[in-house]
């Protein structure tokens, strides 16, 4: 079993910022992957952007050039940078981890950006 709660969201006017975080903890192996995912209302989940344990990372094509993902390996946290917001990154997003245990879910944390 692995947790994951993710912290940072909030309400913030298009073109801001804010830097979601996601703490994992529980049976945590070396090689995973940790990534962020969004679901708006009345759309599917897309992917935000993930990090694997070799520090490689993907985006979503809606969020390069303005989202960073990163992780502290030592504190077993994802971070996300997310910069010049726009309304249609209202959301909630969830934290995932994906490793041999297998694949677990945060809660989610609500961003919604105002224009």
């Known amino acids: 079993q692995v947790q994951l709660v993710e912290s940072g969201g909030g309400l913030v006017q298009a073109g801001g910022s804010l830097r979601l975080s996601c703490v994992a903890s529980?049976?945590?192996?070396?090689?995973?992957?940790m990534g962020w995912y969004r679901r708006a209302p009345g759309k599917q989940r897309e992917l935000v952007a993930i990090?694997?344990?070799?520090?490689?990372?993907q985006y979503g094509d809606s969020v390069k050039g303005r989202f960073t993902i990163s992780r502290d390996h030592d504190k077993d946290t994802v971070y996300l940078q997310m910069n010049n917001l726009k309304p249609d990154g209202t959301a909630v997003y969830c934290c995932?981890?994906?490793?041999?245990?297998?694949?677990?879910w945060g809660r989610g944390t609500q961003v919604t950006v105002s224009s």
């Open positions: 995932n981890w994906c490793g041999r245990a297998g694949s677990y």
């Open positions: 529980g049976s945590i192996f070396s090689i995973n992957a």
């Open positions: 990090v694997s344990s070799g520090d490689t990372t």
